[in-house]
């Protein structure tokens, strides 16, 4: 059996799609799920996911890491699924979608290709040690770094990922080095395993611990710069609640195809 999926790329973090609208979703193989995603032997991607109907919202995001495991929230992923939504003729400029960390709004650009997605509100910022962790649909563990260009990613971030602290349910790990006009993120990712060219949950929390870090207050843009590319950050901050949080980038489709 033949089934078309369609490769997006948001900031560098790709995916894969498959419209799952017109069947009930079940039994997902978590090996099946994880061999499309490698990128020796599969279509290779970040992650995997199916839009599926909704009676309530225009459709529902279900997000698959690279693991083949049922992930959290992903804001890359958000985005993507967005402007697949929009290529399939699900929506037009505008959406309310449910995602696993409940519902979502998000605008998308004319083309096709720029999304604004609504994140959920945080109200909690804990600290371990100098880091700042915190929950934007996914957990988050945020480190400032200098010299992050030339910072050992993979093995920092693997280390603490799997500590004494966060193994058990894993955690994504952030670096981040403050370049003044912007903020230059690197992550590794739990469920890829690996560090990823961007994050968007994790950009997120980024701009959230830094916004806390240096006392800052009111509406807040941050621009921040990834491997894969550029993603801007705003919200509103009172000192203890960020709200009207948006995480808006590019999100294109790479190609399509079919696989067994």
Known sequence: MKTKFYKYQGAGNDFILIDHTHSILENTDKQHIEHLCHRRFGVGADGLMFVTKHKDYDFEMHYFNADGKLGSMCGNGGRCIVAFAKQLGIIDRETNFLAVDGPHYARISENGEWVDLQMIDVSSIDRDEEAYVLNTGSPHYVAIQNNLKDFDVFNEGKNIRYNQTYSAKGINVNFVEDRGDHLFVRTYERGVEDETYA??????????????????????????????????????????????????????????????
Request: glycine share 12%; with cysteine; proline share 2%.
């Open 199 to 260: 994050c968007g949950t994790g950009v997120t929390a980024v701009a959230m611990a830094m916004a806390k870090h240096k006392n800052q207050n009111g509406h807040i843009k941050t621009d921040i710069k990834v491997l894969g590319g550029d993603i801007k950050i705003e919200f509103d901050y009172d000192g203890l609640n960020f709200t009207n949080v948006f995480l808006c980038g590019p999100a294109k489709l790479v190609f399509e195809g079919e696989v067994d």
